[in-house]
């Protein structure tokens, strides 16, 4: 089954320490990216990833980093995490193309509390 | 950046009526998609539509896009409980994977 898995699906930390969130997809796409989402706010990219070791920033990188060492995985870290990243976070996938568009699968989504 | 704005950002209906969202968006897209969003879970997506397309059909959604007032709207018809969910517009303007979201619009199907 295609799929895009997130853990933990759950997480409440402390503020300062630092957390990783998985992200693999089994589809083979080149596209990678994570969103976070906030009331009113709606879904703002946070970083994506075109291919293996290539990444770049989104809308809203302060305070995460990621990686893409390969193709399958794309993790978030949060290195000291703070109350402001408190959210609800989703890793996408999607293989971009001209003749097939980027219709993105999204994980299951990972709810984040920092206190 | 947020490129679309949807309209209502709310909406209650009936089972059985249809229900109409509209997005708005800024530049230039190659095409537009929408997702559907059940309370706190992944987005799901439904159905993409390319710039050089009108309308598009997938059972009982009917996409719509007019590249010159840069608007979409997506018509669920005779809707039912099970479609209580938000949706949300997003547009491709590059290919390259990249979406941009609208903020979404929040359907209660009332049974």
């Known amino acids: 089954e295609a799929q895009v898995t997130q853990n933990p699906r759950y997480l409440i930390t402390v503020t300062g320490k630092k957390l990783t969130v998985t992200c693999s997809q089994n589809?083979?796409?080149?596209?990678m990216s994570w969103y976070r989402q906030d009331p009113g706010l709606g879904l703002r990219q946070i970083y994506y990833?075109?291919?293996?070791?290539?990444?770049d920033k989104g809308d809203v990188p302060e305070g995460y980093k990621v990686s893409r060492k390969e193709k399958r995985n794309f993790p978030l870290i949060l290195e000291s995490p703070s109350p402001n990243q408190t959210s609800l976070y989703f890793c996408?996938?999607?293989?971009?193309?001209?003749?097939?568009?980027?219709?993105?699968?999204f994980g299951q989504g990972t709810r984040l509390t920092v206190v | 950046s947020q490129q679309g704005e949807e309209d209502p950002q709310a909406l209650s209906i009936q089972e059985g009526e249809n229900a109409t969202m509209n997005c708005s968006y800024k530049?230039?897209?190659?095409?537009l998609q929408w997702y559907r969003q059940n309370s706190g879970r992944g987005l799901v997506h439904l159905i993409l539509?390319?710039?050089?397309?009108r309308e598009k059909h997938s059972g009982r959604l009917r996409v719509t896009l007019d590249t010159s007032k840069k608007s979409s709207s997506l018509l669920i018809t005779a809707s039912r409980a099970a479609d209580t969910a938000s949706y949300f517009c997003?547009?491709?303007?590059?290919?390259?994977?990249?979406?941009?979201f609208g903020q979404g619009t929040t359907l209660q199907v009332k049974p």
């Open positions: 589809m083979n796409h080149e596209y």
């Open positions: 530049t230039s897209i190659n095409n």
């Open positions: 539509i390319r710039s050089n397309e």
């Open positions: 997003a547009t491709d303007s590059s290919n390259t994977g990249k979406l941009i």
């Open positions: 996408a996938s999607s293989s971009p193309g001209v003749s097939r568009g980027t219709e993105a699968f």
């Open positions: 990833s075109m291919n293996v070791e290539v990444t």
